[in-house]
């Protein structure tokens, strides 16, 4: 009698396929740079599903963007680094200052317009009326 050999190596699925997969999911891979291949690997799906998926208009035609990653660390030490201050953070008494200033200079430029506004429609209205009174000295 011939013993046959246990296979003791089970090779198990690392990526489950998910129970529904969306053109968004696909989108946001192919802007992160994940190709056909890698979303076949990715989902654990097989060649003909890939191809089905891209088959659908919205990722018809679609491609992977190329993500260019540096090969080094990039930092900018031309800005004093503070490490209590974070960057985009402004200090509360400046930004409210800068808001009242703002503000008065708003209502100044609104209250220039509105009196300039006020006396163009007072000449208008005095020629209106020197005209009514020149036509009526003159209608006999």
Avoid: C
Wanted: aromatic share 4%.
């Amino acid at each position: 009698m011939v013993e046959m050999r246990e296979n003791t190596q089970t090779q198990e699925n690392t990526n489950a396929t998910p129970e529904t997969i969306t053109t968004s999911m696909i989108l946001e891979d192919l802007d992160s740079g994940i190709d056909r291949t890698g979303i076949k690997t990715k989902y654990n799906l097989e060649t003909w599903e890939v191809k089905q998926m891209f088959d659908h208009p919205v990722l018809k035609g679609k491609k992977a963007k190329r993500v260019k990653r540096l090969s080094f660390s990039f930092v900018d030490d031309t800005v004093p680094t503070n490490p209590d201050v974070l960057p985009g953070q402004v200090d509360l008494i400046e930004a409210i200052e800068e808001v009242e200033n703002t503000s008065i200079k708003d209502a100044v430029i609104d209250e220039m317009n509105g009196r300039q506004e006020m006396d163009a429609q007072d000449q208008i209205q005095e020629m209106e009326t020197r005209g009514d009174d020149w036509a009526n000295e003159t209608n006999y």
